[in-house]
């Protein structure tokens, strides 16, 4: 879609402050988002939600405009014609099965009978449903449930994909497989925008993000850039060992690293100024140890310490 | 953006057609989901049972003759009915006086300015007198049940009495008041002189003092008289149609027709085909309409049609229930079931029940956001669930309505197997509930949307002031205030709808004020009001589908007004 210069952007937020009496959704956030995979990342309460019902037409900005294809969704709701969008709402009609249920919310954008439930077969075969979608709603579980919700948000063939959350609560088989069908849409050329508080799920789906804290737009761009900016911070490595001793004598000569200890019984922490670096030379050193090791964690490397690190730099 | 290789063809209206048909699928779906619904359609189906099975008891119980006028009973016990009674002239509250029994009838009197002051005979005296006896009857009860002289006879069949002989006749006159006494034998004949207050029989000579007063006469002599059935006064008498001319005593059975459907003649008619007008000759009644006949019956029609009917006072007053309850319960049944049971009781309770929630379900539901995902304006989205809703409420309705019909049609009278007229009647019924469950389910639907949390507690006030305003429209359509509601409309709209289709209606609502046949009709139904001067039930009718759509309309704007500004979190 960006190949045109007068064909609006999918989405453009402009000054948009959104308050609910004395709370703050939204705070004055300008955003332009045209093609490929953006994740939306924040922690809960960031504006988030509130961002996504803005552009849904759901709720009215207090102040500055959005707009979806150049039209405002408040008062048209035209635009929906190019958009899916996947709430974070666990709501559907238990009743209905999942043929049925995609069907009928295909039939709203204007397909016939026939068509609406030839396209709702395929989209639930895309999402991998095709076994239970003669099944009731009330029966499946919540990785089946969103998949659902991603079915009938692509059952029109949308331009524009909007997921509040689509990972959340699913078990892991179901989270892969979500992500693999939002990359999969990415790749057909579709502008994607995916929310979600936890850093690691959106790594995996994409590199372009946009991190929203206390309803402020806190950092765009590519995600590895900014993960970077991190890096040369300090840094913990969490490894859970049989002999953390022996194995911290191998790390402490090697040059990341800067210190290490030992919290717990049979656990040892190494500290680094350069995670990447770090995480260059640990597996030769691990392997070289002949340990068992049972875990490896860096618990500076989650969006917390992303985003309190970025209020820092603001600051 | 059309990638999908839609035909050209394909217009915005089919578009909108099929996000309609969804919406409106999924309505009725969800509906037929809840288990809410299925009580109230069930509870109506149940009402219009009950009803149906108070309709077969009350057809068999008004096909019995029914004594409108009461005058088969014997109140007074004399083994005659009240209509004998009325025919003899002998009234029906004294035993005492019966067809053919014995009847005083008066002769002359002495009063205090009569020169002559005696009288000689065999009667029945009253009042006060010197009575020089040859014989009285001590067994005399007289005219009335008082003042009857004892005479106290002895075993000779002598009266015993006190002596008065020595008595001043002035002091006689001043001190004895009820009674006799033995004022002796004066001039010697051997016939006693009593001087006598009160009732009795006998013969002799009567001397009135002087400003005393004394009248006679004399007893007919007692006839037997079969007593007839009271059966024969149960419909003796009809309701009389002429043709233009008013016939008296003679071959009136000729010259009837059969009027409530054919003629709808304005003049004088009827007759008193059990003489109990004609024979009470009581100076009232007999011309109790004033039109200067006596005994008859003023019909009065406009623009051809029977609007008012004046009745002499027993005159058609005991019309054969076959021939008439049957229709008029019927129509009766009809009118009392549409307005009672279809439009004010389903008309209120099944909006109630289903439309309240259509759009604010959704919102707590946390489903709406599926729907408003899509190209789908709120507007739009209100009208389909609205749809939806009536689709499900107004079919039952309207089924319901021809069902109840058809067999009240089968049960009714008349010769067809099936009252084809009913059918207009009850499909008006249907769709004025339609129409009102379209108007309330819009209210009600805009009440949940302005107050999601209240809106019930709103629209229970409004169903009881509708309510009240329905049952007041009943019985008083006149009444400006009730026309400030919706059931009042509908209402209106069935009485429309029932002269429309049974256009004698009115007459039949006047023979049943005017001749006493009591079906009610008169209270369920009266000519629509609202016909702007016209007297048309079309007019009415129109007016009545205006205000109704109109109404509807208002509330889906308000709804949408309340609705498309609502932020939905």
């Known amino acids: 879609m960006t190949m045109e210069g007068q064909e609006p952007p999918a989405v453009l937020i402009d000054q948009v402050s959104k308050w609910y009496g004395q709370v703050i959704g939204i705070n004055d956030l300008s955003l332009a988002i045209d093609g490929g995979v953006t994740g939306v990342l924040g922690p809960n309460g960031a504006g988030k939600s509130t961002l996504f019902k803005l552009m849904m037409g759901r709720i009215r900005p207090s102040q500055g405009s959005v707009r979806l294809f150049g039209v405002d969704p408040w008062v048209n709701t035209s635009p929906y014609r190019r958009v899916g969008y996947v709430s974070e709402s666990e709501k559907l009609y238990e009743w209905m099965t999942a043929l049925d249920f995609v069907t009928t919310l295909a039939r709203l954008h204007g397909m016939t009978r026939e068509e609406a439930t030839d396209r709702s077969a395929h989209v639930l075969e895309f999402v991998g449903l095709a076994d239970v979608m003669h099944k009731e709603l009330g029966k499946f579980s919540k990785g089946m449930r969103q998949r659902v919700k991603i079915a009938h948000a692509l059952v029109h063939d949308p331009e524009l994909i909007i997921l509040d959350e689509p990972l959340h609560g699913c078990d892991p088989l179901a989270r892969t497989s979500i992500m693999s069908v939002i990359r999969e849409m990415g790749e057909q050329g579709k502008t994607i925008l995916v929310s979600s508080h936890i850093l690691e799920e959106i790594e995996r789906i994409t590199e372009q993000i946009v991190i929203l804290h206390n309803g402020r737009l806190l950092a765009i761009g590519n995600l590895h850039a900014i993960r970077g900016l991190l890096d040369k911070h300090p840094h913990r490595i969490l490894i859970n060992c049989e002999d953390p001793r022996s194995l911290a004598n191998l790390f402490i000569s090697e040059e990341p690293v800067f210190g290490v200890r030992f919290p717990r019984d049979g656990q040892l922490e190494i500290q680094t100024n350069d995670l990447s670096a770090a995480h260059s030379v640990l597996p030769s050193i691990v392997v070289g140890s002949n340990q068992r090791i049972t875990s490896i964690e860096n618990p500076d490397d989650n969006l917390d310490s992303l985003l309190s690190y970025l209020i820092k730099e603001e600051g | ?569």
């Open chain 2, 1 to 569: 953006m059309d990638r999908r290789g839609d035909s050209l063809s394909e217009s915005v209206w089919t578009r909108m057609d099929r996000k309609a048909g969804a919406i409106i699928e999924l309505t009725i779906r969800q509906l037929r989901h809840r288990i809410s619904t299925w009580v109230v359609l069930g509870v109506g189906v149940l009402l219009m049972a009950l009803l149906l099975t108070f309709y077969v008891d009350s057809v068999r119980e008004s096909f019995e003759p029914i004594d409108n006028d009461g005058d088969s009973e014997d109140n007074d016990g004399d083994g005659y009915p009240m209509g004998q009674e009325r025919k003899y002239g002998t009234p029906d509250w004294d035993s005492e006086q019966y067809p053919g029994a014995s009847v005083f009838v008066p002769e002359s009197d002495i009063d205090w300015n009569d020169q002559y002051r005696s009288a000689v005979g065999n009667k029945s005296w009253q009042g006060s007198a010197f009575f020089e006896a040859s014989w009285v009857d001590d067994q005399y009860t007289g005219e009335w049940w008082d003042s009857h002289v004892d005479w106290n006879l002895n075993e000779e069949g002598v009266p015993e009495l006190e002596d008065c002989s020595d008595w001043e006749v002035e002091e006689i006159l001043e001190s004895f008041w009820d009674g006799a006494c033995d004022f002796g034998d004066a001039d010697g004949d051997g016939m006693t002189t009593y001087y006598v207050v009160g009732q009795w029989r006998g013969e002799g000579i009567a001397t009135v003092p002087e400003g005393d007063y004394l009248s006679w006469g004399h007893w007919t002599k007692e006839v037997y008289v079969e007593p007839e059935p009271p059966e024969m006064y149960i419909n003796e008498d009809g309701i009389d149609c002429f043709e233009g001319l008013v016939l008296r005593g003679t071959d009136w059975n000729d010259s009837r027709v059969d009027c409530p459907s054919e003629s709808r003649l304005s003049g004088s008619h009827g007759f008193d085909n059990d003489g109990d007008c004609l024979s009470a000759n009581d100076g009232y009644g007999d011309d109790e309409n004033r039109n200067g006949i006596r005994c008859d019956v003023q019909w009065i029609a406009t623009n051809g049609v029977v609007t008012r009917i004046e009745a002499d006072y027993l005159v058609d007053e005991d019309p054969d229930e076959q021939e008439y309850i049957g229709e008029l319960g019927h129509r009766t049944f009809v009118i009392a079931v549409g307005k009672m049971a279809f439009v004010i009781l389903l008309g209120l309770f099944i909006p109630l029940f289903l439309s309240l929630g259509l759009v604010r379900d959704e919102t707590e539901n946390g489903t709406l956001h599926l729907l408003l995902s899509k190209p789908i304006h709120r507007a739009e989205f209100i009208v389909y669930r609205l749809a939806g809703y009536l689709a499900i409420a107004g079919s039952y309705v309207i089924v319901l309505s021809l069902v109840v019909g058809l067999l009240s049609s089968i049960l009714g009278p008349g010769d067809q197997l099936v009252r084809l007229s009913d059918i207009p009647v009850w499909m008006g019924i249907g769709v004025a509930t339609t129409l009102v469950l379209a108007a309330y389910g819009s209210m009600f639907n805009a009440m949940g949307l302005i107050s999601p949390k209240y809106g019930v507690y709103l629209c229970i006030v409004f169903g009881i002031w509708e309510f009240m305003m329905g049952s007041f429209s009943i019985l008083n359509p006149n009444w400006a205030v009730a026309s400030v509601s919706i059931s009042h409309w509908a209402l209106q709209m069935i009485d429309a709808v029932v002269l429309l289709a049974w256009p004698d209606t009115i007459q039949w609502a006047a023979m049943d004020g005017a001749f006493g046949i009591d079906s009610g009709l008169s209270v369920f139904w009266q000519p629509p009001v609202h016909t702007l001067g016209t007297a048309s039930a079309g007019v009415a009718l129109l007016n009545s589908l205006l205000v109704l759509l109109t109404v509807t309309v208002a509330w889906i704007f308000i709804a949408k007004s309340v609705f498309s500004r609502r932020e939905i979190m």
